[in-house]
Each structure stands twice: as structure tokens, then as C-alpha cells.
């Protein structure tokens, strides 16, 4: 076992390391460090087929079936020019407006297909008024980070504490994440504003254009946009009710994006597949390979020993360890398999004293969500964000990222742990 541990170890940091480095795409990487651990016997393949989690599977497919067919109907545009046309063209008071919808959006939608959605209209308002994208850019990916803890379904990592941790309902992540989300944001848009408000400035005239937009021939099909936000309400309600109807998130997502599918028509449904993110699908497989051969080999068991001899077991050494070490760690690694390494560990803990484990779930959902802000490889959002600004000619460096995101992040994170202490530990 020993052997295997150290083979197992061994395979986790190379695809780690290639992850992070970006040399090669992170799906076919995760991918193969998945299979490496089968090959290698670390695991057997009906093994590490146990550890994949279909229902954080079938919750992405579904949510991204639902708003791929929802978005063809131009309603998200329609809300940014609607947003715009009510701040009056005012480059700063736009600027909050975007920040609000994309945090909104990334709640209920995800903030991966919130930025997708929203930062193609970000380019054309900042054309029009020609001001600098930056401020705008750098805001909504904060902005989306923060935004998309507030829900089970708004970040990638909710969806996997989620699905791992039965107890923890559609609800309860709104009623314990909530609070603390909508104060960072509050606490942030005064620090947005402050920050960017020289840099933004515009004439009269260019503010006129904006008002000028037609923003009702941004609805492509309205019957659509109707049968989708029917079907979108449907299963929002079944997000709150989920856990009263013994139904699975996924479960709900999937049904919700067959019941579009089937009010749409065949010829939605090919176009809706395409639109589905199989590259983050895979990635998300591989992942849960390669930590498999961690879990069945006891490396991840090791480590929670470890972390419990460092804080002696204390409940709130243990969440506070993990919203920083997340924070840190998610900074400069992606979240999504830093938390898929911990999701077990923090399951390990639960065996070795520490009774009550909900503190150290919020923990690491909001320092590994919140920590996706401190640096550009945080977070999918930021990675995608950053690619589309190089295809419209305005990169995002690496350090000028750094610059902003870093201490925004840690801002958040001492607000995080105030509220984690005096909420579960005081």
C-alpha cells in the first residue's frame, strides 16, 4: 500500500503541477492523470467509476442545457442595455449595474456561463461609450466569484460540497452563505467605484448613444424567452424543494432541461448539446479519478491526521486552517481540484472527533470560492474572462490581475472569517 501511496502521490503532483502550468489543456491533463491511476493499478476502473460524482455532472449538463437555450432568446443582453439605459449612460453607475447582475446571475445561473453571457455586452457598452474595459472586466470576474457562493448551483466548488454533503440543501447554502456574500459586495462596490471611477469617464454625447439603444429588438423570440423562464422558475422552485421531494440536484436540473428541450423542439436540442461545456465535463471526470487513487490508497485519511494533530481538534482552529488554507491555496491553483481534493479530507475529519462538520464545509466554500479571486488562475471564470479580453485586444496580465484581486481577496477572507467565527464557533 505504501508503494501505491507514493505512486499515487506522485501522479497527483506531476498533473498538478501541468494543471497549473497550463502547458497543456487542464481536461486532457486531469483526464490522463485519471486513467494513469487505473493503469497503474492504484485503482480498478469500476473503483475510480465509484468515486466520479454523477450528480455534480448532472447538475452542470442540465443547468448549462437550460441557459444555453434561454440565452438565444437575447434576454441578457436585454437586462445589460435595459441596466445601462437606467444608470444614463453614466460609466460608473454602469459599472455597479454590471457588478449587480453579474453577482445576481452568477448565483442562480453559475458564474462560468454568467461571465460568458455578460462580458460579450460589457465589450459593446465600453465600445460605445470608448472607455477602458478593465474596470468593467476585473469587477465582474470579483464579482461573479463572490456572487456565485451564494447558492448550491453558483460555483463549481458549491456544486461539489453539495453533492457530497446530502445535509447541505438548495436552502441551507442560501441561508448560511447569503449573509456573508451580500456583505463583501456591499463592502467592495464603494472600493470598485473608488477605484476606477478617473478612469472611466466619457462626453455627453457617447451617454446619449447608449440611451439611444433599442433595447426591445434585443429579444430575438419571445415565445422562447417565455417558455424559458417558465421552465427556468420551475426549477428554481425544484432547487428549494429538492430535498422535501427526495429528488437529487441533478436530478432537478436535468429535468428541467428536458422539459425545455421538449417544449422547444428536436431542433433546439442539438444546438443546446453543442453549447454544453464538455471540456469542463471531462475535466471534472478526470479529477475525480485522480483523487480516487489518493482516497483508496490513504494519503487523504494521512493528511486529515495531520491537520487535526496541527490544531488539536478544535473546531475553530480546524474551519479557520481551512478558509485560509483554501483562500490561499485556490489563489493560485484552480478551485475545482483543490476542493475535490479536500472534500474527503474534511469527510475524514468527521471519523477522527470533530462531530460537527458544517463550519468547516462553509469554510472551505468560501475560502476556495472567494480565494478564486486572488490571482487570474483562481478560478474558470477569470481564465475565460481573461480569454476572451485577448481576442477583443485587451489582455489581462497575470500581475495586473495580482495587483487588484490579491488584496480584494483578503479583504473578503478576514470578512469571512469574522462571520464564520461569530456565527458557528463563538
Known sequence: MEQQAAWAIGIFLVIYALIITEKIHRTIVAMIGGILMVVFGIVDQETAMHHIDFNTLGLLIGMMIIVSVTA???????????????????????????????????????????????????????????????????????????????????????????????????????????????IIMLVNIPIFVWLFRKSITTTDELKRGIMELDEKQLITDSKLLKKSLAVLGLTMIGFFTHQLLHLESATVALAGAFLLLLLTGEHKMEEAFTKVEWMTIFFFIGLFALVSGLIETGVISQLAEKAIEWTGGDLAATSML?????????????????????????????????????????????????????????????????????????????????????????????????????????
Not at 441596466?83 to 460608473?92: C, E, Q
Request: glycine share 8%.
Open 72 to 182: 438565444d432568446t437575447g434576454v441578457f443582453k436585454y437586462i445589460a442595455v435595459v441596466a445601462s439605459k437606467k444608470a444614463k449612460g453614466d460609466p460608473v453607475r454602469i459599472l455597479i449595474a454590471l457588478i449587480l447582475i453579474t453577482a445576481m446571475g452568477s448565483a442562480f445561473l453559475d458564474n462560468v456561463t454568467t461571465v460568458l453571457l455578460m462580458i460579450p455586452v460589457t465589450f459593446s457598452i465600453t465600445k460605445q461609450l470608448r472607455v477602458n474595459p478593465f474596470p468593467y472586466l476585473l469587477t465582474q470576474i470579483i464579482a461573479s466569484n463572490i456572487g456565485g457562493i451564494a447558492t448550491l448551483i453558483g460555483d463549481p466548488p458549491n456544486i461539489m460540497i453539495g453533492s457530497a454533503v446530502k445535509e447541505l440543501t438548495f436552502t441551507a447554502f442560501i441561508a448560511n452563505l447569503a449573509p456573508i456574500v451580500i
Open 322 to 426: 481551512i478558509l485560509w488554507l483554501s483562500a490561499i491555496a485556490s489563489a493560485f491553483l484552480d478551485n475545482i481540484p483543490f476542493v475535490a481534493t479536500m472534500i474527503p479530507m474534511i469527510q475524514e475529519m468527521g471519523t477522527m472527533g470533530i462531530t460537527n462538520l458544517e463550519p468547516l464545509w462553509w469554510s472551505l466554500a468560501l475560502g476556495a470560492c472567494l480565494g478564486g479571486n486572488g490571482a487570474l488562475i483562481g478560478a474558470s471564470a477569470n481564465l475565460i474572462v481573461a480569454g476572451m479580453a485577448a481576442k477583443e485586444g485587451h489582455p489581462i496580465s497575470f500581475m495586473k490581475f495580482l495587483k487588484y484581486g490579491f488584496p480584494l481577496m483578503i479583504l473578503s477572507i478576514v470578512m469571512a472569517n469574522i462571520y464564520v467565527y461569530l456565527r458557528y464557533l463563538l
